[in-house]
């Protein structure tokens, strides 16, 4: 006789609530949990939910999972990946972790026992031993925006060095020397890209890096207007400024107000994925724009390629340029720069 809830909770020394919380995702304590597992195991409890093994038809759905939904960029590719799907008979589960990669592991597994065709994810982490389970598990994963160091899975993403090299060589080429940097926490893939294409430029124009002009934040608005805050109280500031998410480019903006600084005689200001706010400030903004609609709909036809069976080129990481949106927020350096102070300039790491 197969066994039941009633059976693994006895086993596991738990009530039948928490095994029905357990296998429709809710977070159990970790004693209960193990307690859970092992008792499924030693049991063979097998709902259609936990085993995907036992699975006789595709359930015709991808799970989405994003670190945030408070995002204009996972909001936009959560609607592409959407209207992709759709067109293929498909639909998305969606879910988000709060950019906890420990809380990321959790909604995973709940993705997953909900039988799932393929999973679709912005990782929250710099490392995910949990996204490896999955792989190895033979599901189709494909990650978006984001590629977690040592993990070899499909990937789609878009040129985040490239594009910040191409953003500071601009300004270097236009006269600036001191130009700092605004990224996002300094574990995350993105962030770490964006810095190393700052620094490659800086490099390969022999500018000195200078630390005190390299702020990572956790990529809110009020980080981004802290940072460009504590960088026009620096005793030599920047003359340019290269804010490398959308919610820091706000928060730039922003401080820029406050501080009635002039844009972009006093500084120039590169934004990044700001479709949203680009033409409502003055002077319009100089961004770069990913292309994160042809990023997501990439990105669902890849994983639809793999629940069908087409294992071609895999792992297969694709790597799309960014667009610019032309702007008025830089200019020509008119700052003289102070003699450059070594106390405050930095080795470059190595890349």
Request: with cysteine; charged share 25%.
């Amino acid at each position: 006789m197969a066994a039941t809830m009633k059976d693994v909770a006895r086993r596991a020394g738990v009530s039948i609530y928490t095994i029905s919380k357990y296998i429709n995702g809710g977070t159990l304590k970790e004693k209960n949990r193990i307690a859970v597992e092992n008792a499924i195991r030693e049991l063979g409890y097998r709902p259609n939910t936990i085993a995907q093994s036992l699975r006789t038809s595709y359930s015709r759905t991808i799970g989405v999972l994003v670190p945030t939904f408070h995002s204009a960029y996972n909001l936009a590719a959560i609607t592409a990946i959407e209207e992709t799907l759709e067109k293929f008979g498909y639909g998305a589960l969606i879910s988000d972790c709060g950019g906890d990669p420990a809380a990321e592991e959790g909604k995973l597994d709940f993705l997953l026992r909900k039988t799932v065709d393929g999973i679709i994810l912005i990782p929250a982490g710099r490392t995910a031993p949990h996204i490896a389970k999955a792989v190895r598990r033979n599901v189709p994963v494909v990650l978006l925006d984001r590629l977690p160091e040592g993990l070899e899975c499909d990937a789609v993403l878009s040129d985040n060095r490239d594009a910040v090299k191409a953003a500071v060589q601009s300004l270097i080429a236009l006269g600036h020397k001191n130009i700092a940097l605004i990224a996002g926490p300094e574990d995350a893939f993105t962030a770490r890209e964006r810095l190393y294409g700052y620094m490659e430029a800086l490099r390969g124009a022999g500018v000195p890096l200078v630390k005190d002009f390299v702020r990572h934040t956790n990529g809110t608005m009020e980080e981004g207007f802290r940072a460009m805050m504590d960088l026009w109280l620096l005793p030599e500031r920047p003359s340019a400024v290269v804010a490398a998410e959308n919610e820091l480019t706000t928060g730039v903006f922003l401080a820029v107000t406050k501080r009635r600084i002039f844009v972009p005689d006093e500084l120039s200001v590169v934004g990044f994925d700001t479709q949203a706010v680009s033409e409502l400030v003055r002077p319009t903004l100089h961004s770069v724009v990913q292309p994160v609609e042809k990023l997501a709909q990439t990105a669902a036809k890849l994983v639809l390629r793999r629940v069908g069976g087409d294992l071609n080129g895999y792992p297969r990481v694709s790597i799309t340029p960014s667009e610019w949106k032309i702007g008025e927020s830089v200019g020509r350096c008119l700052v003289v720069p102070a003699a450059t102070r070594m106390s405050g300039t930095g080795r470059f790491p190595r890349v």
